[in-house]
């Protein structure tokens, strides 16, 4: 447990780079952390950057991780989790777990062996539009989409592309409604679509949405009762700027149309975040948000020296993984760092697969 009195490292870190127009935040110390938290890890939603102040997060208050057996970077996906997927489950052999954030096919029954019983269960949602524009292009090279010219040739022919036999063909239609552990192919109807909004509703304490990032954090900051620096982050997992598309009109309605399932989960939670940030407050949102984005360029002048495409990364073990037509960025540190300033600045910016694979040697040695 976090001492109130105790100024953190970030903090300390920030003090020398105060701005002038620094918003006063008076943060509240009267709850406690959660320390028990479950995040459904969906794809191409700027998870890996909540991950990363998961793993953050975790490894500064000594708690323990729900890890992949075998050290893998995943739960099996996109098989439906199962408990026994969890390195050191086992009913003989029972351990404690704070935290699960690693990438699922959700299923809640499973979790729940898992999670203790007070545990917050949070996820993201993005816009489909764009979420499929930017899953064409990091799983272009997947079965489901490789033999489509564009991803307008996709969609006019889904049918083609997208059948019972396609390989990793959960990447081409409703990806977020697979990820929560639904049926993809659903009849679409107003009732199964209210049926698998309350579902959601149920399962999860809160739901973030991509395009309010900020917002999201501030939400979720306060939902956890945790700090600014808690959640303070870079962004990570992001592409270059060339390999985005803009689409057209019609092909962002077809999207929609061929996603109807998730466009339906995306307006629904989309009209909820925004119902919890009015009773959290316009006005105080949006000074939170001001002031994390404060911290945020504090903390970037003291760390980086960039973002840059891999290949002018210069420490191998802060290379992003790469995939599809997408180039995943990554960044540089500033030399001269205190070991202090380094240690922070570097965790900010290890790539899940690496940071996953250190917390996997911390918990087995």
């Known amino acids: ?42 794809h191409k939603t700027a998870s890996s950057t909540i991950m990363n102040i998961l793993f953050r997060f975790g490894e500064s208050q000594n708690l323990t991780f729900a890890l992949p057996i075998h050290n893998v970077s995943q739960f099996f996906y996109p098989n439906d989790f199962k408990a026994y997927f969890v390195q050191d489950f086992a009913m003989k052999n029972w351990r404690h777990f704070d935290i699960m954030c690693h990438h699922m096919r959700f299923q809640l029954t499973e979790v729940e062996k898992i999670m203790p019983n007070d545990t917050f269960y949070f996820t993201i949602m993005r816009n489909p539009v764009s979420l499929m524009e930017s899953s064409f292009s990091y799983y272009k090279s997947l079965e489901v989409f490789a033999k489509a ?15 019972r036999k396609t390989g990793n063909r959960h990447y081409g239609k409703n990806l977020i409604a697979f990820d929560l552990g639904l049926d993809q192919n659903e009849p679409e109807t ?23 990032f900020d917002e999201s954090l501030i939400l979720l900051k306060d939902a956890l009762c945790w700090s600014f620096d808690d959640i303070l982050s870079f962004p990570l997992n992001n592409r270059n700027a060339t390999s985005r ?46 002031e994390l984005r404060r911290r945020r360029i504090a903390q970037s002048e003291i760390c980086l020296q960039g973002q840059v495409d891999p290949k002018k990364v210069n420490d191998t073990l802060l290379k992003p993984f790469q995939a599809g037509l997408s180039r995943i960025l990554g960044y540089n540190l500033k030399p001269g760092l205190n070991k202090t300033e380094r240690l922070l600045c570097y965790r900010m910016v290890t790539p899940e697969l ?12």
């Not at 049926?195 to 309010?212: D, G, K």
């Not at 962002?252 to 995306?266: A, G, R, S, V």
């Open 149 to 163: 010219s564009s991803l307008e040739e996709y969609l006019n022919n889904s049918y083609k592309y997208y059948t």
């Open 245 to 290: 598309k803009i689409l057209s009109e019609m092909t962002q309605e077809k999207i929609k149309t061929w996603n109807q399932l998730d466009w339906q989960l995306y307006v629904y939670f989309n009209k909820s975040f925004w119902e919890k940030v009015d009773m959290f407050g316009q006005d105080r949102m949006q000074r939170e948000v001001q």
């Open 190 to 212: 107003p009732k199964h679509f209210k049926l698998t909004q309350n579902a959601v509703e149920t399962m999860f304490n809160l739901v973030l949405i991509t395009e309010y």
């Open 1 to 42: 447990m976090k001492n109130a009195k105790n100024v953190s490292v970030i903090q300390k870190l920030l003090e020398d780079h105060e701005s002038p127009s620094k918003v006063e935040i008076i943060e509240d110390k009267s709850c406690r952390p959660h320390t028990h938290i479950f995040f459904l890890k969906t």
């Open 354 to 365: 690496q940071y996953s694979k250190l917390l996997y040697n911390k918990q087995n040695q």
